[in-house]
């Protein structure tokens, strides 16, 4: 019965290859989220979709391409691996209510290992 | 300027030690104020989170807003040693969908 859920939990890959991240929610939220975070466990947005639609894309590079193919699932596509994209990348997401925060719900990570 | 800057540790406490986590921000448009644990390799959790300014309380924890200085504050009594986790505090404007995080305090709590 996880709330937030993602695959796999850990993805090892060489340079140039295309991978892909899937996350889904159980909780009948709106609006789901991509964030990576860095080794210094700097947590930063990626993109956040609310009801299928892109809402934020945070200046990403275009090799990383989210797709929500309805409410409940959003998962992330990246081409041509670099060094670089080694992270952990945390699902999350929310329910939007007047009068609350965007209280954010996120999966366990996807640790990303580009060799 | 980061829009939310936390200064990253380690911070070490013994067991029972009042622990003060901090973070400043820039962006005077932000209402609610958020604390998230995250203890190792898991994701992030809303610990409590503040409207504004003022305090508000949680058993052991308490969240403080000062708007005036841009400075949150959370306060973890008599800590724990499953209190140790990063704890990162979190910002968002009103009916947003951007949640800007700070950078986690990692806190260690020895028994």
């Known amino acids: 019965d996880t709330a937030v859920s993602q695959t796999p939990k850990y993805l090892v890959t060489q340079m140039g290859n295309d991978k892909s991240i899937k996350c889904e929610q159980n909780?009948?939220?709106?609006?789901m989220y991509w964030y990576k975070q860095d080794s210094k466990k700097f947590l930063k947005i990626m993109f956040s979709y609310n009801n299928k639609e892109l809402i934020i894309n945070e200046t990403v590079p275009n090799r990383f391409s989210p797709k929500s193919p309805d409410k409940a699932h959003l998962n992330l596509h990246i081409n041509s691996l670099e060094l670089g994209d080694s992270a952990v990348y945390f699902c999350?997401?929310?329910?939007?209510?007047?009068?609350?925060?965007?209280?954010?719900?996120f999966g366990p990570g996807t640790r990303l290992t580009v060799l | 300027q980061k829009e939310v800057e936390q200064d990253p540790g380690p911070l070490s406490v013994p067991e029972g030690a009042i622990v003060s986590l901090n973070c400043t921000y820039s962006n005077s448009a932000f209402q609610y104020f958020m604390w998230y644990r995250q203890y190792s390799r898991k994701g992030p959790e809303l610990l409590m989170y503040?409207?504004?300014?003022g305090n508000k309380e949680d058993g052991r924890f308490t969240a403080q807003v000062d708007k005036s200085s841009k400075y949150i504050s959370l306060f973890i009594r008599d800590s724990q040693p499953s209190d140790s986790a990063t704890y990162l505090c979190a910002m968002s404007n009103t009916g947003g969908f951007k949640t800007i995080f700070g950078a986690g305090t990692r806190l260690f709590v020895k028994a």
């Open positions: 909780l009948g939220h709106d609006t």
């Open positions: 999350a997401s929310s329910q939007e209510a007047s009068g609350t925060p965007d209280t954010q719900y």
């Open positions: 503040t409207y504004s300014s």
